[in-house]
């Protein structure tokens, strides 16, 4: 009975590593975002190492900032 209970991970295995990895820093990079204080967001806005992606037609920017990710920019990909 238990193989015909689909899993996460049945879901999850046609799915691309690399697609995985993407949508696991912008999501984790928005968490960080959120929690972080006002006087660190400055911060990683101005000085903050900044990586561009594209991930499910959304153009992302996250900046590192002592190698923790942060969602600093989302909006739709233009075609």
Known sequence: M?????????DLAGI???DLSTGGK????????????????VRIFLFGRRERIT?????????WWREQPYLIWIAEARP
């Not at 238990?2 to 049945?10: H, N, R, S």
């Open 2 to 10: 238990d193989e015909l209970i689909p899993t996460a991970m049945d």
């Open 16 to 18: 691309p590593s690399k």
């Open 26 to 41: 912008v999501m984790v990079g928005d968490h960080n975002w959120r929690r972080a204080p006002l006087s660190r967001r």
């Open 55 to 63: 991930h499910l037609g959304m153009r992302c920017t996250v900046a």
